[in-house]
């Protein structure tokens, strides 16, 4: 019979763990304490060293309550593990594993960096618990503070490129990539390691970077040609969106493209407002509609059965994908930009500044620093 795993209440200072948090929609994150429930089925890991602040578009509005309908669903799913309040921050994360289950990939003492679901409480913790197939070995080429800010965005990216049919499958494909933040900077890597001829659309002081990961052409969306630019440079077997545009961009230009894949749908947002059967239903006419926009604008870049469409993407967590990463930051084709690190005391600060936009790389929280006397 298997050991059973012991409770992650049980680790010395895991009781009552420091945590960043906020017990209602719309109010601030503040620093408290917070029972450390569950069992380690999997591993819990100590953010002894970095845990991400900078969050993809969604967590900023979901301090707000937006997504909460559907997200509740996929907590109820998961019975007791999924608690709504407090709400703890933070997707990513690198530390130490504190304790593991006995079936787990990972080993106490072990260096790993990990992710958290969006209906899970955060990293912004002393200890996070996370599932098995959301964390794995950290890679040694990247620092604590490169790789406690990896993996949302990297996954997200990932995400996308199979929605549009180019994970792993990329070797020629010619791809506007729209947005240079976290997951465009990390969807540039993953298309350029993969044999893609890109180019970007970013601000012109990211351009030189865009070129410099590999990028074929990078585009001033600035400059007051960049209408013309982009569709002049088509087409394209693919569009990404990671510039927030949404699925009505698809349709607003006469550009040639196969596939338009946007990381911004307006899922959430109707299920919020109309519950979760007729909000999908809803947002799903709208899909529909923005394909057919496309296809009433644009020529197909390539032969095919299915004229130009929208596609969605979201954030899905895989342990192959967590290994296929460090396997590439190993090999130094995939890095992560930092901006600042603040001490966890300061997440407010942190959180202010990720609020405020145009942050140029990730902001972070280093549980392992301490206070000044």
């Given at each position: 019979m298997a050991a059973r795993a012991k409770p992650l209440s049980s680790l010395r200072g895991a009781g009552r763990m420091a945590a960043w948090r906020a017990h209602a929609y719309g109010s601030r994150e503040r620093p408290g304490r917070t029972a450390a429930g569950?069992?380690?089925?999997?591993?819990?890991?100590?953010?002894?060293?970095?845990?991400?602040?900078?969050?993809?578009?969604?967590?900023?509005?979901?301090?707000?309550?937006?997504?909460?309908?559907?997200?509740?669903?996929?907590?109820?799913?998961?019975?007791?593990?999924?608690?709504?309040?407090?709400?703890?921050?933070?997707?990513?994360?690198?530390?130490?594993?504190?304790?593991?289950?006995?079936?787990?990939?990972?080993?106490?003492?072990?260096?790993?960096?990990?992710?958290?679901?969006?209906?899970?409480?955060?990293?912004?913790?002393?200890?996070?618990?996370?599932?098995?197939?959301?964390?794995?070995?950290?890679?040694?080429?990247?620092?604590?503070?490169?790789?406690?800010?990896?993996?949302?965005?990297?996954?997200?990216?990932?995400?996308?490129?199979?929605?549009?049919?180019?994970?792993?499958?990329?070797?020629?494909?010619?791809?506007?990539?729209?947005?240079?933040?976290?997951v465009g900077h990390a969807a540039l890597q993953l298309l350029v390691a993969d044999g893609a001829r890109v180019t970007v659309g970013c601000a012109g002081e990211q351009g030189a970077h865009a070129l410099a990961l590999g990028a074929a052409a990078a585009l001033d969306r600035h400059a007051p040609d960049y209408d013309a630019q982009l569709e002049d440079g088509g087409p394209y077997d693919v569009i990404l969106d990671c510039a927030g545009l949404g699925g009505a961009e698809a349709g607003a230009r006469r550009w040639q493209f196969a596939r338009y894949v946007t990381l911004t749908t307006p899922l959430l947002r109707e299920t919020d407002e109309r519950g979760v059967v007729a909000g999908t239903a809803v947002a799903t006419a709208t899909l529909l509609a923005h394909s057919a926009a496309a296809a009433r604008v644009s020529r197909a870049a390539s032969t095919g059965v299915c004229p130009p469409h929208v596609r969605w993407a979201y954030f899905t967590p895989s342990e192959d994908e967590i290994e296929a990463l460090r396997k590439l930051a190993e090999k130094g084709k995939f890095a992560v930009q930092v901006e600042r690190v603040f001490p966890w005391w300061e997440a407010r600060a942190a959180l202010q500044r990720a609020a405020a936009g145009s942050a140029r790389g990730k902001l972070l929280l280093d549980f392992t620093a301490q206070p000044h006397d």
């Open positions: 569950g069992r380690a089925r999997a591993a819990a890991a100590r953010a002894r060293r970095r845990a991400g602040a900078c969050r993809h578009r969604l967590h900023q509005p979901a301090r707000r309550g937006y997504g909460s309908r559907l997200l509740n669903v996929l907590r109820g799913l998961e019975g007791a593990e999924g608690v709504e309040f407090p709400l703890v921050g933070g997707r990513d994360f690198v530390g130490t594993v504190a304790r593991c289950g006995p079936a787990a990939r990972v080993r106490e003492g072990q260096r790993v960096w990990g992710v958290v679901p969006p209906h899970r409480p955060g990293s912004h913790a002393d200890y996070v618990l996370v599932r098995d197939r959301w964390v794995g070995e950290a890679p040694e080429a990247l620092d604590d503070a490169s790789a406690g800010g990896a993996l949302y965005a990297a996954l997200t990216a990932s995400a996308a490129l199979r929605v549009a049919g180019l994970r792993g499958g990329a070797r020629g494909a010619r791809v506007l990539l729209l947005g240079l933040g976290g």
